[in-house]
């Protein structure tokens, strides 16, 4: 991984973009990647490096409960998965209301601990189901992905 990382950083790309699944958002024993021992691990290696920014997409159940370590680890911006929050293809319930306060929640809980904030969808989720998350402000990012998570 260090070399990996070295091999961008020395091509002059110094944003990183890390997936992190755990196995249960994605229901499957392959789907496991990093933890925030590893983001930890990456921000110390190249810790010199000023402006390397480490992009956490959260791909996990409960992603509320990585925002804290993954600040401590030296995350930039956490992006999280609007689907994880209770949202689906279109809303969660009639009006989405309840995803859309727990993605709002989240999103103050990310910006508190002095990350940036983003927000991913899956590709049959309708972008305007974000759009009033995006009127709140604290979303920079929209990651619109392209494939289902874990498939790609």
Not at 30 to 40: E, H, K, R, S, Y
Not at 72 to 79: L, N, Q, V
Request: charge should be negative; include cysteine.
């Amino acid at each position: 991984m260090k070399g990996e990382i070295q091999k961008c950083l020395d091509a002059g790309v110094p944003h990183l973009h890390i997936d992190v699944f755990d196995g249960v958002f994605l229901d499957s024993p392959n789907a496991l990647t990093f933890g925030p021992q590893m983001i930890d691990s990456i921000r110390k290696r190249f810790i010199d490096v000023a402006e390397l920014t480490l992009d956490i997409h959260l791909c996990v159940h409960r992603p509320e409960r990585y925002a804290e370590a993954m600040a401590e680890a030296g995350a930039t911006r956490i992006i999280f998965q609007w689907e994880a929050m209770g949202g689906n293809g279109d809303d969660n319930g009639e009006d989405g209301s309840d995803a859309l306060s727990a993605a709002i929640a989240f999103a103050k809980t990310i910006t508190s601990l002095g990350m940036k904030c983003g927000v991913s969808i899956n590709p049959e989720t309708s972008v305007t189901s974000i759009y009033p998350l995006l009127d709140t402000g604290l979303v920079d990012l929209v990651d619109v992905l392209a494939v289902e998570p874990g498939f790609g």
